[in-house]
């Protein structure tokens, strides 16, 4: 027994921790945030408004991108009046490549990319229709290739040397399929892959790419979409917290700061990215060594919340029935 305590607690330890220490890659970096120019799309509203507060207070040049011209400015107003900072602000919509570069050409380089712009739609896809599924990927998948595209070739030939990054915010639903999110879900698993691909063909120029998975969280665009949500949606996404957009910013920049791939914002949060690592890049030793010793826990863990979602599916169908007959 204390033979065994001792490989576990301090053997496992000794040995597994200088071997992480070595092979996690891309290596650690520091990102700096002040000075730099932080470009944030979906900047009026929600998450991408407190990223744009934040920046501003963290002294950085900030710029925002939206499509409506009245909440941008409405944004630059509150950020103006709250850091006493003049962010720029452009009107283009993400899905149209042509306006998304003439404002990047704009804007000039940009040192942060935070995309931070999206539409979520909770329904069954039987109920959708097929515009509104397509309208999903577009704004939420393509507008990031777009972005992505259209900003590349500066950042690639920046003069500065320092690291820079480009942060996607995903979404816990980007972890998890969840009832209701069929093309949400499939928008955000997208950001993913596109994300891991991306790290390996710009680590050579010292971008460094994030992923940020908040839960729900209290924006103006979670108010619009909770009206249409299906109850079954509702009982699973409860299964996290919520959280308030500014907190959510703050977790944003402490991950893009040492640019951390997954970035969680709460204690489910860290939980699913653990339960999910897969062959994610990882720059932490010590967040590997919890993912390496704990891998089985995560598993557990998250088949018995699977457990508890279909035995709410199964329950509502048969109330359904019930109801009918
Ligand atoms: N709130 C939540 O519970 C959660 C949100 N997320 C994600 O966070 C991101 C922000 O969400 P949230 O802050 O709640 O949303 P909001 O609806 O409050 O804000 C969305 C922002 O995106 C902009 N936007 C929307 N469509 C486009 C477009 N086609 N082109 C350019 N800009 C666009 C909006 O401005 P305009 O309409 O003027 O274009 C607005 O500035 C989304 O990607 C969402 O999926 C993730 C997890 C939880
Ligand atoms: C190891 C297992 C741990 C399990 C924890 C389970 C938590 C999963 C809950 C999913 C929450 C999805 C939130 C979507 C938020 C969002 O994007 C929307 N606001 C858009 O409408």
Redesign the pocket.
């Given at each position: 027994m204390a033979d065994a305590f001792f490989s576990f607690f301090v053997l496992l330890p000794l040995i597994l921790l200088p071997i992480l220490y070595f092979i996690v890659r891309p290596r650690p970096v520091n990102i700096p945030i002040k000075n730099r120019h932080v470009f944030i799309?979906?900047?009026?509203?929600?998450?991408?408004?407190?990223l744009a507060h934040r920046a501003a207070a963290e002294g950085a040049r900030v710029s925002?991108?939206?499509?409506?011209l009245t909440?941008?400015e409405e944004?630059r107003n509150s950020i103006k009046n709250a850091t006493g900072i003049e962010v720029a602000i452009y009107?283009?919509?993400?899905?149209e490549y042509d306006a998304v570069k003439k404002v990047v050409d704009e804007a000039g380089p940009i040192d942060v990319l935070l995309?931070?712009?999206?539409?979520?739609y909770a329904s069954e896809l039987e109920k959708m229709e097929l515009s509104e599924v397509k309208f999903t990927l577009?704004?939420?998948l393509m507008?990031c290739l777009n972005m992505i595209k259209a900003v590349l070739p500066k950042m690639k030939n920046r003069k500065d040397p320092l690291p820079v990054s480009i942060a996607f915010?995903?979404?816990?639903?980007?972890q998890v399929g969840v009832y209701g999110y069929v093309a949400?879900s499939a928008s955000?698993f997208g950001l993913r892959g596109l994300a891991e691909a991306l790290q390996q063909e710009v680590i050579g120029d010292n971008i460094h790419v994030s992923l940020?998975?908040?839960?729900?969280?209290?924006?103006?665009?979670?108010v619009?979409?909770r009206k249409r949500r299906p109850e079954l949606t509702k009982i699973i996404i409860s299964s996290s917290g919520?959280m308030k957009?500014d907190e959510?910013a703050q977790k944003a920049f402490d991950g893009i700061r040492h640019g951390s791939f997954f970035i969680s914002c709460n204690l489910e949060g860290i939980a699913l990215s653990l339960a999910t690592a897969g062959l994610s890049p990882q720059r932490s030793f010590l967040m590997a060594f919890v993912e390496v010793v704990a891998a089985g826990i995560p598993r557990i863990v998250a088949l018995c919340f699977q457990c508890n979602w279909y035995r709410s599916i199964e329950k509502w169908h048969k109330e359904k029935k019930f109801n009918l007959s």
């Open positions: 799309t979906g900047g009026s509203s929600g998450i991408g408004l407190a925002i991108m939206a499509r409506s909440k941008l944004a009107a283009a919509d993400v899905q995309l931070s712009h999206g539409v979520f577009d704004v939420n507008g915010v995903s979404s816990q639903a980007g949400y955000k940020i998975f908040p839960p729900d969280t209290d924006t103006p665009g979670l619009e979409g919520i957009a959510v």
